[in-house]
């Protein structure tokens, strides 16, 4: 049976040991990605090296790379010959190398929870949510509920808030809208409370997913069963406005206004937002000018919403008064609000400013360092592959990680620069950090290979990408469409050619046949 099959397998495996831009600001996030992210990467971190630990996981990828169109049980019989000893650290950071590509993630979580003999390690909460957040990413639902049912029956404590919020998320990625209710429902069960921050955490998932219209009934629905606060306010109306409906964001301002609730700075920023990105700016502006006038000051985020819209309507004068003037009311500026400025001064290629910029936020640190949006700017300006490497190397200088954007970032340049080598590279180091391949990738290659004229290597990334699970896009299904006619017709018109071969080579050999048959007369 061949790994291709592996989803037929898991989706009746049981894992236990018997058996083979959102824009509310950062507070409203009640538990974020990058929380999860850091929580787990303080579990049990040693001072034995993290660099042991991952040269530890490149090994269990590479095993589960070259294993790949083996059986399971193959695929198991490696990893028990591999004498590599489980750590929370250790499968955590196999885990994250396969955001991407859930089969082999599932594959390895399944043979480390069935904790056999001879291994003393069960994966903890963490590894749990990792598990769920890379099934939930694919859509993997039926394996979603496999997890949970082991996390409840293996022990109280196991299933936490951050449980909640990435299977929440998932959900609602993926419009299931009345799953994700559902499931607010069963916190019970898993040990939670009803709250309203759980709540919260729902509508938020909701609209950030454009499902905006299902949270306000909700959100009223529940009024009496919750107070209502002004942040539960605020993340609808959040979500009207990352909706980019106007009408429905002003109705709901309206609703705000005319409560008991009083606004605050946050829906002030949430409705300056929504009006800058419907193009009515100098509405935004004048609310801007009026918060100061209030002595409701702005703070960063506002700030940042306004010079953003102003670059984009190429107004950076006023954009960059506006940033002066943050600090003359002591409103701090961070990364934000100079990558706004950097990211539309590149546009016009004024690299001088981009440059003074730059050294500006290099020389303050803090909440003003650089970022890797910060470097994709950068390397988004450059006009040939020479200038990456000094970015790169600023960037390394600046103790900034490569990101998968940037490595994404990177592909389309070398693809459509016609740098295969440097585009193979970059996958090949992207493979290796753990940050990809994702859909987005295997998208930029399949696209510049067939710009390149690389037709059957195109075919090649392309199938590759399906067997790991991930959707293409509707335009690439139709580039490969076109793929495959072009290559049906250099096959039709090569079989032509040699029709026209083989006629011309028995025409040639029935006149030299007539000739013999003359001179014999």
């Not at 940033?323 to 290629?349: P, Q, W």
């Not at 495959?484 to 050999?509: F, P, T, Y």
């Amino acid at each position: 049976m061949q790994f291709r099959t592996l989803s037929f397998i898991l989706s009746r495996s049981r894992i236990t040991k018997h058996t083979p831009l959102i824009l509310i600001p950062q507070n409203y996030q009640f538990t974020t990605r990058r929380r999860f992210n850091q929580e787990c990467d303080n579990v049990n971190t040693s001072s034995s090296g993290h660099s042991f630990i991952d040269n530890q996981a490149i090994k269990i990828q590479t095993l589960l790379k070259t294993n790949q169109n083996q059986n399971v049980y193959e695929i198991e019989r490696a990893l028990n010959h591999s004498q590599i000893s489980l750590t929370e650290d250790l499968v955590l950071n196999v885990l994250k190398r396969h955001r991407s590509d859930w089969k082999p993630a599932y594959a390895f979580f399944i043979w480390v929870s069935r904790g056999e003999e001879g291994r003393d390690y069960l994966p903890g909460t963490c590894a749990y949510n990792e598990i769920l957040d890379v099934l939930g990413k694919m859509k993997r639902f039926d394996e979603v509920h496999q997890v949970l049912d082991e996390m409840s029956e293996r022990k109280k404590g196991l299933f936490n808030e951050i449980t909640y919020r990435i299977v929440v998320n998932r959900y609602a990625s993926a419009h299931r809208v009345d799953e994700a209710t559902e499931f607010f429902y069963r916190r019970e069960q898993f040990g939670l409370r009803l709250d309203l921050i759980a709540f919260q955490t729902l509508l938020l998932a909701l609209c950030r997913y454009k499902h905006v219209e299902a949270a306000e009934f909700l959100f009223h629905s529940k009024q009496k069963e919750f107070r209502m606060d002004i942040k539960t306010r605020n993340i609808i109306l959040n979500g009207w406005c990352v909706l980019g409906s106007l009408r429905e964001a002003k109705r709901f301002w309206n609703d705000i206004i005319t409560s008991k609730c009083k606004p605050d700075k946050f829906t002030y920023g949430i409705f300056i937002n929504s009006l800058s990105k419907a193009g009515k700016l100098s509405t935004a502006v004048k609310l801007f000018r009026a918060m100061w006038e209030k002595g409701c000051d702005p703070d960063v985020a506002i700030c940042n919403c306004i010079i953003d819209g102003l670059c984009f309507k190429k107004r950076i004068p006023e954009a960059i008064a506006i940033f002066e003037e943050m600090n003359d009311r002591d409103c701090l500026r961070d990364v934000a609000t100079y990558n706004s400025l950097i990211k539309h001064i590149c546009k016009i290629g004024r690299m001088e400013k981009v440059s003074e910029l730059l050294d500006d936020m290099e020389q303050k640190g803090g909440i003003c360092s650089p970022n890797a949006r910060t470097y994709g700017y950068l390397l988004s300006s450059t006009k040939k592959p020479e200038d990456v490497q000094s970015i790169l190397e600023r960037m390394e200088r600046n103790g900034c990680k490569m990101t998968s954007d940037v490595f994404n970032l990177l592909l389309r340049l070398f693809m459509e620069w016609g740098n295969e080598e440097r585009a193979k590279s970059t996958w090949d180091e992207m493979e290796r950090s753990g940050l990809g391949p994702d859909q987005r990738s295997y998208t930029i290659m399949v696209h510049g290979l067939f710009d390149n004229g690389k037709l059957k290597s195109a075919l090649q990334y392309f199938n590759e990408m399906t067997l790991k699970g991930l959707v293409p896009e509707p335009r690439t299904k139709l580039l490969v469409n076109a793929i495959h006619i072009k290559l049906q017709d250099r096959k039709n018109e090569s079989g032509d050619v040699g029709d026209v071969m083989n006629k011309i080579s028995s025409l040639i050999a029935s006149r030299k046949d007539r000739k013999k048959n003359r001179k014999a007369r």
